[in-house]
């Protein structure tokens, strides 16, 4: 059974940061792909970050140079570090991976507003 659990949302004010985590279960974490989606409100649902096996990266182009993704293997676990956050990064921040099937994580809200 396959388990993607996100923590590390919150509110937090323009120019802070937070960190996400991403706990995974019933994977091969190892050499799995992993990736951050995002959806705000009346929006679609779209890529933030992925990382892949080898650890190599890319991200959205609204976040690129402010937030970073990585990876624990020994806690099979994926993080989303966000920096320099803007009001407009406000949303719910879902982990994902590929196994056969698409899975997803329940999210975990981002409010960024003063």
């Known amino acids: 059974q396959v388990q993607l659990v996100e923590s590390g949302g919150g509110l937090v004010q323009p120019g802070g940061s937070l960190r996400l985590s991403c706990t995974t279960s019933?994977?091969?974490?190892?050499?799995?792909?992993m990736c951050w989606y995002r959806q705000a409100p009346g929006k679609q649902r779209e890529l933030v970050a992925r990382?892949?096996?080898?650890?190599?990266?890319d991200y959205g182009g609204s976040v690129k140079g402010r937030f970073t993704i990585s990876r624990s293997i020994a806690k099979n676990t994926v993080y989303l570090q966000m920096n320099s956050l803007k009001p407009e990064d406000t949303a719910v921040y879902y982990c994902?991976?590929?196994?056969?099937?698409?899975?997803w994580g329940q999210g975990t809200q981002v409010t960024v507003s003063s």
């Open positions: 994902n991976t590929w196994a056969g099937t698409n899975y």
């Open positions: 019933g994977i091969i974490f190892s050499i799995s792909t």
């Open positions: 990382i892949t096996s080898d650890s190599s990266t």
